[in-house]
């Protein structure tokens, strides 16, 4: 079992940038690949960025290339997701999940095993 929390969201205006962060419980962490999804309002939840066990491997959705970057301390078991020039459409809820797998990098939901409880990040216009 993993438990993972999720820290950072918060109101932002446009352009602006934050760092969210998600705990995770297991002295294992680096066994695991970890990925962030969004859900806004009245849509499915979406793959944002994913990255393997040893961090070495890393994608991110199209809508956020060049924006958002993931990366990963396994000595503090945790992932990161920083997030600069940030769009009213970025709006969301942010999950972290973590995939048992470690190895590559998943981009649908239903393959990862554990998610934390999601961190609201608005950004205004």
């Known amino acids: 079992q993993v438990q993972l929390v999720e820290s950072g969201g918060g109101l932002v205006q446009t352009g602006g940038s934050l760092r969210l962060s998600c705990a995770a419980s297991?002295?294992?962490?680096?066994?695991?690949?970890m990925g962030w999804f969004r859900q806004a309002p009245g849509k499915e939840r979406e793959f944002v960025a994913g990255i393997s066990g040893s961090g070495l491997t890393t994608y991110y959705a199209d809508s956020v290339k060049g924006r958002l970057t993931i990366s990963r301390d396994n000595a503090k078991n945790t992932v990161y997701l920083q997030m600069n020039s940030l769009k009213p459409e970025d709006t969301a809820v942010y999950y972290c999940?973590?995939?048992?797998?470690?190895?590559?990098?998943?981009?649908?939901?239903?393959?990862?095993?554990?998610w934390g409880q999601g961190t609201q990040v608005t950004v205004s216009s």
């Open positions: 999940a973590a995939d048992s797998r470690g190895v590559g990098v998943r981009r649908t939901g239903k393959e990862y095993d554990y």
């Open positions: 297991r002295r294992t962490f680096s066994t695991y690949a």
